[in-house]
Every structure is written in C-alpha cells, then in structure tokens.
C-alpha cells in the first residue's frame, strides 16, 4: 500500500496520556514496568505452551494465539507511549502514523476474533465433550486462525487505505499517545463521512458478531451447568471459563467504554483513559489470569522450572 497522499502534513506530535510535567517520570516508570511485564509475561506462556506436551490442546493453542497477539500488540502502542513522557516533542511520521493505524487495528481485531474462537471452544468442551476432539481437530483450529488473523488483515487494510486518501493540512497534534481512528479523523481537512461511515460499519460488524457468539456460547455453557448433577463437574465447567470470562470482560468492557459513547459523554483525556487499559493493561493482565486460575500451566511452571533446575 503507498503511504502518499496530497497532505501537507508530513509528520504528526502525539500529545501523549498528559502534559503535567509532575506525572511524566512516574508514569514512564509505570508504564516500563508494565511494558516489561508484557512482554515477559506472554513470552512465558508461549513457551510453557510450546515445551509442555500437555498443553498441546485447542484451548492452548488459542491461548498461545493470543500471548502472541498480546506480545505484538505491546510493541505497537507501548514504546511511543514512553517517547511521550521523556521527550520534549514526541514526533511520528505520517508513513510512521499510518504504519501504527495498521498494526494497531490488525491486533485489536485479531484479538476480538481470538477471543470470540476461545468462547466457541469452550461451548464444544463443556456441552460437546465426546465430539471435543472431532470437532476441535487441529486442521479446523489451524483455519480458525488463519481466517481470524485474515479477517484483522482486511480490516485493517480498509481503516489505514481510507485514512490516507484524506489529507492533513496545517493541524498536525494527535490529542493521543498513539495513531488511534478517532483522533486523526478531528485534524483531517478533507470530507471524513466515508471514513466515519466505514469505521462505524466495521467495527458495528465485528462487535455484534463476536458478542452474539460469545453470548450464545456463555448461555448453552449456563444451560448445560444448570443441568449438571455433580457439584464437582459443576465446579470443573466454571474453573474451565473463568479466565476466559475475565478476559472477554476487561477487554470488551475497557473498549467499549472508549469507543461506544456520545460524543459530550466524556471528555477526551478521560476517552485516553479508558484506551490504556486494553491497549497496555489487559495485554499484562492475560498471562496472570491465565496462570493464576488455570491447573494446567500451574503444572507446567513446576515441569519447566524442574526441567531447567534438575
């Protein structure tokens, strides 16, 4: 895709997540911390995943998807994010801008997408279980992540290819710490209805998409539980969605605070406020909440750290 259009604007000043100056070393510390976590953290649960034969499962290979996912995704908005609060003018260039519009969409999608496959799994386990395997069967699992990362291509191709046929002409300060939709489309001099117009049909697609299946994956879940006789496969089926539902709820949750609301409902750097967290907060939060409430990658610590002390 060629990155050129008839802008005058060639680079882009992201304002950052505030200009109070008393905030700037705190926050850069946090945020390394944070940023350290991430990429620790989901490194980590890709390799238990990759070493520990036991692992070696459908819902595993989703998790590893999205670590991996997470992993990425911390490098897109994190470090210009650190830029913000050490550097006098943090500066991106408009190929830059357009190359972080890209990447960021391609994630954010793949992430809903991956999130959407884990909740389809966990209905096959729980209500399906002697079909698990036959259904979940690794070639079917490969092509669910080969249409859901196809799928964030594509959208992202549509959001980024739209936004630079528009043009920027003297307003050049993104009121963000990143390339985000919104922000860029308030500095663009040109009609912005096209892009509105297709941003809102994208994004409106996949949300009710993804939130039908989860929601009717969660409701055959609470049926089968319901008529579960045992308390101990009662407690086995919400151990084995628990995480997941902790997930689906910061990351939708945190979004849709963002993005879903009226115009005057809040002001911008509330709207900032609510993007930290599933752009840098969730993608720390995944692997704690994956290892902290999950038997199976508890289990696989102790192997690995055995492994590599014994």
């Known amino acids: 895709m060629a990155m050129e259009n008839d802008s005058a604007v060639t ?34 649960i890709m390799n238990l995943i990759f070493l520990n034969s036991h692992l070696h499962t459908p819902m595993y290979f989703f998790l590893f998807n999205l670590s991996f996912i997470d992993f990425c995704y911390s490098f897109v908005c994190t470090p210009k994010m650190l830029m913000s609060f050490v550097s006098e003018k943090n500066t991106i260039s408009f190929r830059g801008c357009m190359t972080q519009l890209f990447f960021f969409s391609f994630f954010v999608s793949s992430e809903c997408y991956v999130l959407t496959a884990m909740a389809y799994d966990r209905y096959v386990a729980i209500c399906q279980p002697l079909l698990y395997m036959v259904v979940m069967c690794p070639r079917f699992c490969c092509l669910l992540m080969f249409i859901i990362y196809l799928m964030g291509f594509a959208g992202a191709m549509v959001h980024t290819g739209f936004m630079i046929r528009l043009s920027f002409c003297d307003k050049n300060t993104i009121n963000h710490y990143m390339c985000d939709i919104s922000p860029l489309l308030q500095l663009s001099c040109s009609s912005t209805y096209a892009n509105e117009l297709v941003s809102s ?31 101990n496969d009662w407690s086995k089926a919400m151990e084995t969605c628990g995480s997941h539902i902790i997930t689906v709820t910061l990351f939708y949750g945190s979004g849709l605070l963002t993005y879903v609301k009226p115009s005057s409902a809040m002001s911008v750097d509330q709207g900032k ?26 289990v696989a610590v102790r192997r690995t750290i055995k492994r590599i002390t014994g």
Do not use: H
């Not at 008393?22 to 510390?29: G, H, K, W």
């Open 11 to 44: 680079e882009f000043i992201l304002v950052g997540l505030t200009d109070q100056p008393e905030l700037q070393l705190p926050l850069f510390v946090l945020f390394l911390v944070n940023y350290a976590a991430t990429v620790l953290g989901n490194l980590s």
């Open 201 to 231: 049909l994208i994004v409106g697609t996949f949300l009710i998409f993804s939130s039908l299946i989860i929601l009717t994956s969660y409701a055959m879940i609470l049926l089968n539980i319901i008529q579960m006789s045992s308390g």
């Open 273 to 298: 406020v609510f993007s930290v967290f599933y752009t840098i907060v969730v993608p720390m939060l995944n692997p704690l909440i994956y290892s902290l409430r999950n038997k199976d990658v508890k």
